[in-house]
């Protein structure tokens, strides 16, 4: 979604605090959703701010995954079912790193599917809503 009455035509995103500008890490991370700030100069430009929602996620987290590439509707499905076997075996007690190695994401298959540590908004956007959870951000636009 896009900040459609913006000049500069910002992504609307949630932002967690220190990313943003001082004036509205000050005005926005003490408010509620819905509230106003500005208008304020910043950047040569007078801006106004609305807080739309809060949202609570991890700045950062660590992360295990399986992956499995999929080029044709035929290959989604051989692959789901694939995935959706190695889930319910994990459910019932397996470990996902002795699965690891049938990963075709190279790099963390030969770590037993671990990613490490990274921060909100490195992943594709599914991941990182699945991984996020515990520190405040805040959507502005």
């Given at each position: 979604?896009?900040?459609?009455?913006?000049?500069?035509?910002?992504?609307?995103?949630?932002?967690?605090?220190?990313?943003?500008?001082?004036?509205?890490?000050?005005?926005?991370?003490?408010?509620?959703?819905?509230?106003?700030?500005?208008?304020?100069?910043?950047?040569?430009?007078?801006?106004?701010?609305?807080?739309?929602?809060?949202?609570?996620?991890?700045?950062?987290?660590?992360?295990?995954?399986?992956?499995?590439?999929?080029?044709?509707?035929?290959?989604?499905?051989?692959?789901?079912?694939?995935?959706?076997?190695?889930?319910?075996?994990?459910?019932?007690?397996?470990?996902?790193?002795?699965?690891?190695?049938?990963?075709?994401?190279?790099?963390?298959a030969a770590k037993e599917g671990d990613l490490g540590w990274?921060?909100?908004?490195?992943?594709?956007?599914?991941?990182?809503?699945?991984?996020?959870?515990?520190?405040?951000?805040?959507?502005?636009?």
């Amino acid at each position: 979604m896009w900040a459609s009455n913006s000049d500069d035509k910002a992504p609307l995103a949630f932002q967690a605090k220190g990313v943003v500008s001082p004036i509205i890490d000050s005005m926005m991370f003490a408010g509620s959703p819905g509230q106003l700030a500005g208008p304020y100069m910043e950047n040569n430009s007078w801006k106004i701010s609305k807080l739309v929602d809060v949202k609570y996620m991890a700045d950062s987290v660590k992360a295990s995954h399986i992956l499995f590439k999929t080029n044709t509707p035929a290959d989604s499905t051989v692959m789901k079912a694939k995935a959706d076997s190695i889930y319910n075996l994990i459910k019932k007690g397996a470990k996902l790193s002795s699965f690891a190695s049938l990963s075709e994401d190279p790099g963390s298959a030969a770590k037993e599917g671990d990613l490490g540590w990274f921060k909100p908004g490195v992943m594709v956007p599914e991941f990182n809503d699945f991984v996020s959870t515990t520190k405040p951000v805040r959507l502005v636009l």
